[in-house]
């Protein structure tokens, strides 16, 4: 099987590399070189082609210069911290209390799961009407079961929608990263537990001294999968907020941009993605770096 496969590996990948190269390199290479052009969707100010309309890296300083995209960058940074952290506890203690349960531990994995599986803007319509009838109206309204001024309306102002996104991103998230974590949880072996009880240990000092570092290659993969998709998160954000009251974030931002400008200014927009390209490139792979790290160290 192993010479079939060195035999055919080249075959058979091809049609995938085709399709990278097709779908997703080509593409960028080109929306990288009319980051530098004023192009307008439909034509180029200057000339029929892209190099009669190069502005060199004017659409670069426009981005810098820009409060939107600073605004947007700083509101991203502060709910991809906040929304990271409350993934990770809530997935890692799920995870833990499945594997305590003998019974029926399978159809809760499935449970929890299943909010994975609702696309985003669906997601984002359907928490809309939670946080606008459910908490506004029913629960923690004026004439409500809990009047709690702070938990109504959470999607008309810029921090409580902040954390109206951190909630609804860690019910659908918490899931997957869940059955990452039980994976991780599965293949410790069970006899350090036993040498640790043997010695007196209690659940807190296994779990510090056992269970985290012997799951630092699931938090490897947790963080980076939380911290990617929190910082380019973008549907979730439009169906929930669309950008109002200062929610905008980073990918939204790069959307609504055309919007913002007349005539629409796609080279601006293209410019802000490639910057957005490169900060999420960066900090996954600090992240990746530093969580590496820690597994040797563990």
């Not at 929306?31 to 307008?40: D, E, Q």
């Not at 994995?109 to 009838?133: D, E, H, S, V």
Request: hydrophobic share 55%.
């Amino acid at each position: 099987m192993e010479l079939f496969y060195k035999k055919w590996f080249k075959i058979l990948a091809l049609p995938a590399v085709i399709l990278f190269i097709m779908v997703i390199l080509i593409p960028f290479i080109i929306g990288f070189i009319y980051s530098f052009t004023s192009w307008r969707g439909t034509y180029f100010v200057g000339g029929e082609h892209w190099w009669q309309a190069l502005v060199g890296f004017s659409n670069y300083g426009k981005v810098f210069k820009s409060t939107k995209f600073t605004t947007a960058f700083l509101y991203t940074v502060k709910f991809t911290v906040i929304a990271v952290i409350a993934i990770n506890i809530a997935s890692l203690n799920v995870s833990v209390l499945l594997t305590k349960i003998e019974r029926g531990a399978g159809v809760l994995r499935a449970i929890f799961y299943m909010p994975n599986l609702l696309g985003g803007l669906a997601l984002g319509f359907i928490w809309q009407f939670i946080f606008q009838i459910v908490y506004s109206k029913i629960f923690f309204g004026q004439n409500g079961i809990f009047p709690i001024e702070a938990l109504t309306n959470m999607t008309q102002s810029s921090t409580k929608a902040m954390f109206a996104l951190v909630i609804m991103v860690t019910w659908q998230m918490a899931g997957y990263m869940m059955m990452i974590y039980v994976n991780g949880l599965n293949n410790i072996p069970k006899d350090l537990y036993e040498a640790a009880s043997i010695d007196g240990a209690s659940f807190l000092q296994k779990f510090k001294s056992i269970t985290l570092p012997m799951l630092m290659p699931s938090f490897t993969v947790v963080f980076f999968l939380t911290l990617s998709n929190c910082f380019r998160l973008l549907d979730q954000n439009l169906a929930l907020t669309n950008g109002d009251f200062g929610t905008r974030m980073l990918a939204l931002q790069i959307l609504q941009t055309t919007k913002d400008t007349n005539p629409p200014n796609y080279g601006f927009a293209q410019a802000q993605a490639v910057i957005f390209f490169i900060l999420v490139a960066v900090v996954a792979l600090v992240q990746v770096s530093v969580m590496k790290k820690k597994e040797v160290e563990a």
